[in-house]
């Protein structure tokens, strides 16, 4: 019995340490990246640059892990254009289901933009 309550808890203390491993992550990049729509890209008094494209993705890998959020993929979305050097980001989708390594996700798509002024 003593064994099996052992076993339990660094079951779930691993759980823990997992989840919050899951949601740790780089929220200045995050911040020097905006949303825009996409037909902001016609503005004149700039220019945009693509990188193409990026995703963000929150994952649910086991049951004791937290559940994923959309918030949590739009912001891995947000510091993967960071990454590209981007500064600006245009929402394709989100979309919530699972896989093989995800009980459940999101996953939100978009295109990564340099937003430079004109010369």
Same mark, same amino acid.
């Given at each position: ?18 989840? @919050? ?12 990246? #905006? ?21 963000? @993705? ?12 959309? #918030? #949590? ?7 993967? @254009?960071?990454?590209?050097? @981007? ?13 093989? #390594? ?18």
């Amino acid at each position: 019995m003593k064994y099996l309550l052992w076993a339990l808890s660094v079951l779930v203390l691993s759980g823990c340490a997992g989840s @919050a491993q899951q949601s740790n992550f780089d929220l200045g990049a995050a911040d020097t990246v #905006e949303f825009m729509r996409p037909y902001e890209l016609s503005r004149n008094d700039v220019s945009f640059v693509s990188l193409g494209e990026v995703q963000g @993705a929150s994952c649910q890998a086991r049951f004791f892990n937290e559940k994923p959020t959309q #918030e #949590e993929a739009l912001l891995r979305m947000k510091i993967a @254009a960071a990454d590209l050097g @981007a500064n600006r980001v245009v929402l394709r989708s989100c979309t919530q289901g699972s896989s093989d #390594e995800c009980s459940a996700r999101w996953v939100c798509i978009g295109d990564a933009y340099q937003e430079q002024p004109l010369r």
